[in-house]
């Protein structure tokens, strides 16, 4: 049935496709969730009638059924299935609680680079009455539906953020919100690349793609909390702070520094960030997500800002590394460094060995990332929030 869908979507581009995957033996998540395309379809239609709105129910076999289920592999899972039948967005909808990792205690996580969200019941099915219940229900997932089109977090509206669901206002959008989301989704509205046809090659799709939403890939990869990233990560941290401690007080690194010319050593900075990534990015098994072998557009931008992600992750990081090395050398006692150096008695170039020694730190620090467990690095990267 959804495959029809999707045909029909080549010829009215308005159409806005939203898939909802449950467990085929669930009865309860299925009652729940034809409650909330009842609610939504009425409601968006008549809030967005721009667009025409599709609600599929996928019920699954292979639906995870041990508690607590793991978000991450629902949004991997979920996101394999939206690439399969060519949905815009999915939603995955359980009755068992949620494995969290970063919070205490989560009903749901959406995520943007994957256009997927989870949304759990098991807490909110504990609330007193149905009304609490539906209302809980249905705030969690506009909640998450929000963030997947572009919302940030708003004191006065349903996007507030909450520990608990529990049915209590606010529990909509504001008009303001109502307009971002129009705007969001006219972008995803238009016909993907595949859908037009006529690209085979590899290359030529992955050029294709950058040319026409290189922009919202970079503001994608800005929001997603790419300078964050690595102090999520304390063992590639730690590996960088151990190594960079090293590095300070051996005598060798401050002469190779000496040694160095400057142009070389931004050619090495630049090779060593790109290095870092790549490393990073197979080294974690990256590239499994969204792992469909077709040049499906939403697989592959989800690629493209995974990298940019993670190579904005490692840029800010060097210039956090870079800085704290300027005020290190700043404080050490300049005679004994210019003495390890081999510089006697002119200034010590600061700049340089603050690069350098940065430099040094990035390269620990992504050997020290493929420390990190697999499942964390996926999960930071991939989730919007926990909520
Ligand atoms: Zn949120």
Known sequence: MALNKKQTKIDTPSVVNIGLIVDADNYVSQKWTSFLIENLDNEFSRRFPCFSWEFSIVERQDFPKNAPVDPLFLLEYGADIKIEYGFD?????????LLSRFEQGINGVPSNLLEAAVVSLSKILELPNENLQRKAFLSLTKHCLGHLWGLDHS?????????????????????????????????????????????KSKWRFYVKMLQEEGLSILKDVLVVRSALMMFHLGRS?????????????????????SAMDSAWLDFALVFVIICATLSFYFGQNLQSISRSDKLKEQAVRSRLVLLGTIFMGMFSFWINLFVISYIVINILPQGVLAEWAGIHGKPIPDLHFSKLMATFGLMASAIGGNLEKEQDIKALLIYTEET
């Open 237 to 257: 941290t730690a590996a960088t702070a151990v190594s960079i401690i090293f590095l300070f007080l051996s005598a060798e690194a401050w002469e190779i520094g």
């Open 89 to 97: 967005y999915v939603l995955l909808v359980t009755t068992l609680p």
């Open 155 to 199: 004191a006065n509206t349903v996007m507030k953020p909450r520990k608990f669901w529990t049915g209590q206002p606010p529990l909509d959008w504001d008009k303001k919100e109502e307009e971002q989301i129009k705007q969001n989704l006219k972008e995803i509205a238009d016909p993907r690349i595949e859908e037009r046809g006529g690209i």
